[in-house]
Nanobody
Framework: QVQLVESGGGLVQAGGSLRLSCTAS????????MGWYRQAPGNQREMVAT???????RYADSVKGRFTISRDNAKNTVYLQMDKMKPEDTAVYYC?????????WGQGTQVTVSS
């Protein structure tokens, strides 16, 4: 069983930065995929960024060049550095892990970008 706990959400002005953190407890392996999704009101949940310990990463086109995913395997923690933020980045952000065929989700953290 894996539990994911996020932190770091909040309110930021357009052009500003935030960093999200997600720490996994339980059996997470360094080879497992971890990442971030988001869901804005009225929209479906969408992938923001995912990564593996080997350095393979994927980003949504809307965040490329602005967001950076990184990982500290020793701490079972994944980070999302969000720079040059836009109002359209406003959403609930969810940490995600895929381990041994099972998807796990955090409880979500609100990110609001004011114009």
């Amino acid at each position: 069983q894996v539990q994911l706990v996020e932190s770091g959400g909040g309110l930021v002005q357009a052009g500003g930065s935030l960093r999200l953190s997600c720490t996994a407890s339980g059996s997470i392996f360094s080879r497992d995929v971890m990442g971030w999704y988001r869901q804005a009101p009225g929209n479906q949940r969408e992938m923001v960024a995912t990564g593996t310990s080997g350095g393979s990463t994927r980003y949504a086109d809307s965040v490329k060049g602005r967001f950076t995913i990184s990982r500290d395997n020793a701490k079972n923690t994944v980070y999302l550095q969000m720079d040059k933020m836009k109002p359209e980045d406003t959403a609930v952000y969810y940490c995600y892990a895929f381990s041994r065929g099972i998807s796990y989700w955090g409880q979500g953290t609100q990110v609001t970008v004011s114009s």
